[in-house]
DNA sequence: TTGTAGGCGTTATCAG
DNA sequence: CTGATAACGCCTACAA
C-alpha cells in the first residue's frame, strides 16, 4: 500500500497527501480529514527507503563500541536510546570493534545508513580514529581522549575521579597506595593511573613501580594482583583498583588470603556500579553518570546534523563523584 | 558521488557499473577491472536508500528489549550483533519498552526500515504482542512464552532451572526452602517461581506462602525480602533468589544480621553472572547462555526472511546449567 | 487550495 | 558483452 492507493481511495492525488502527512503546505481541513482517515484504515506507512532518497536523511544514527562491559554498556546504550527517541531518531548500533580496521569497516557499511555518528573507542588513538571518519558525516568521539583534535568529543573525567579517590584514600592515613591498572592502551585506564600518580606526587607520598599492578578491568584481573599485592612486604596499606569489577575481584582475593578489608587494606573501585554497595565490606567508588553520557551525546550529535555549517568543534568533560562507603575504611562510611 | 560519476568516469553505462559492482551479469574483465578502479578511486559508496527502494530490503534487523539489567542486556546484545554482522546484517536497536502501546509504536516506526523484528517482552501477554506484529515483517519472539503462539520464539528453560537448583538445595538436606521471586507479572520470574515449586512438591518438602517472597529483580528488594526472611521464626535453611542480582542483596542483608551463609541458610541464584564466583561466598547460580539466545535468534530470523512462505513457527528453549559454588553449602564447591 | 510532473540513485529488463 | 530505459515510492517546485 503506497501513497496513490491512499490518494486513488481518497480521490486526491498523491501531492495533497504528502502535504497532509507532513504538514506541509496548505490544505483544506475537510480533504485533510478525509485522507488521515483514509490513510489510517489502509495501515499505510511511508516507504522509509523512497522518503530518505529524495530527503537525503534516515533520521538514523550510527553507534560504533568496543567490547565493553555488562553495566557500562547498558547505561551508554540505554541513554542514547532515550535521547534519541524523544528526538524520533532511531539508533544503529554495532559493537565488538577492537581495532581500528574493524572501526572503518563498520564506518563505511554505515555510510549512507546514518546521519551521524556517536564513536567510542577507549583503546585506539583518536587521531588515527578522526581520519577514518568521513568528512561529511558529523560524529562525536566518547571516551577518546581527544581534546586536541577537531572533532566533537565527550570524555569522562578519569583523572579527576581517580585523584580524588587516591586523594581520599591518603587523607585517610594510608601510606602505601596501590593500583591495580586497566587494559594497557586504554585511554580510560590510562587517565586514571594518571590520576592516581598525581595525586600521589601532589600528597608527597611514597611511590613505586611495584605498587602499580596490570589489570584489564576484569573479576579475575582483579583477583589475581590482589593476590601478588597481599604477599608483598611491606605490603600496600591501601588499593585503588581502576574499575569496580576488579576491586570486586580483589576483595574475594583478600578474603580468600585472610588479608581483612579495610583495616589491612582499605580498597576503592571506580564506575560505582549497582552491585559496589552489596559487597562485603560495601565498596567505596567513583561515580560516573554513564546515561548522561548517552544523552550528551546525542544532543550535541543532533546539533551537529541539523547546523550542517562549521560548527566549532567542542570537548566536554563529564565530572565524576567520590561515593564513600566502607571498604576505604573512612570513619563514617554513609550508606547513602 | 553517484554510479552515474563512475560511469562516465570509467566510459560505460550505469548498468555495466552495476553489473560490476554486484557481480551480476557478463562483463569483460578489462571493463570490470577499469570500473573497479574507478570506484575506488572516486570512493564511491552505493545509496542505501536507492537500493533498498527498488529491492525491497534493508539488510537490517529490529531489536525490541525491554528495560533489562547490565550483565543480561550486554550479552544478548553481543549475540545479535555478532550473529547479524556475520551474515552482512544491521541491528537497529530500541530499548526500554515497558508496555504494550509503547512497544507497538516501537514497531510502527519500524516498519520499513527492517526486513525482521527480534521482540524481547517478558512483561507482557504473548498474544497481545503477536497481534501487534505486522503479518509481513517476520518476527522471533524472545523469553515470550509463546509456545502455543502462531510466532517463532525462543526461550530459556527457567523452569527447568529453578527446579534445578532448588532439587539441589533440597539434596543438600535443606528442609525449608524459600524464594525471592522476580518482577510481577514477568515470565521468566513466574516460571522460575513455578520451577521452585514443582521441585518442592516433586521432593514431598514443605510448602508455604510465607516462603515466596516478593522480589522485582533488583538488589535492593533481594536485600530487603532476605531481612525479613531473617527474622521469620523458624526461619528458612536455604534461599533461591530468582536472580543473581537479588542473592548478592541477600548475601549482605544476611551479613548486615548475622545469618552465615551457608551454614544458616544456604543461597541459590540465577543468571550466573560474572560476578558471581566473586561473591563472598562465592554464589551457586544457574548459567543462561544469553549470547546464544542472540545467535538463535538471528539465525531463526533470516531463515524466515530468506524463505518467505509459509514456514512453520518453532518453539525453542535453551538448557541451563546448574554452577555449584559453596553459597549453597554444597560439600565440594567446586570453584570451576 | 489542488494537481502535474520531474527527479532522487539503483536495479533489472530489454534490445542491440 | 553492453547500453538505454522503465520502475521503486516519495517530495516539491510549478501551474492551474
Known sequence: VTIRDVAREAGVSVATVSRVLND???????????????????????????RSLISNKTDTIGVLLPDLYGEFFSEVIRGLDQAARRSGYHLLVSS???????????????????????????????????????????????????????VDSIDL????????MVRHLLALGRRRVAIITGAARNHDAAERLRGYRAALRDAGAEMSERWELAGDFSESAGYDAARR????????????????????????????????????????????????????PPLSSVRVAMGDLGDRAIQRLLHAVRTRSQWAPQHEVLPTTLVVRSSCGAPTGRSE
Do not use: K
Not at 583495616?263 to 564506575?271: I, L, P, S
Open 96 to 150: 565488538s570493534h577492537n581495532d581500528l580496521a574493524e572501526i572503518a569497516a563498520a564506518v563505511r557499511v554505515m555510510q549512507g545508513r546514518v546521519d551521524g555518528l556517536v564513536v567510542m573507542s577507549p583503546h585506539l588513538e583518536p587521531c588515527a580514529l578522526a581520519t577514518q571518519l568521513p568528512r561529511s558525516l558529523p560524529a562525536v568521539l566518547l571516551n577518546c581522549a581527544a581534546s586536541g583534535e577537531a
Open 157 to 164: 573525567d578519569n583523572f579527576g575521579g581517580a585523584y580524588a
Open 24 to 50: 506541509s503546505g496548505p490544505v483544506s481541513e475537510e480533504v485533510r480529514l478525509r485522507i488521515r482517515e483514509v490513510a489510517a484504515r489502509l495501515h499505510y506507512v511511508p516507504n522509509e527507503a523512497a
Open 229 to 280: 599485592l597481599a604477599g608483598m612486604r611491606p605490603r600496600p596499606d591501601a588499593l585503588f583498583a581502576s574499575n569496580d569489577s576488579m576491586a570486586i575481584g580483589a576483595l574475594s582475593a583478600f578474603r580468600d588470603v585472610g588479608v581483612r578489608v579495610p583495616e589491612d587494606v582499605a580498597v576503592g573501585g571506580f564506575d560505582d556500579i549497582p552491585l559496589a554497595r552489596y559487597m562485603s
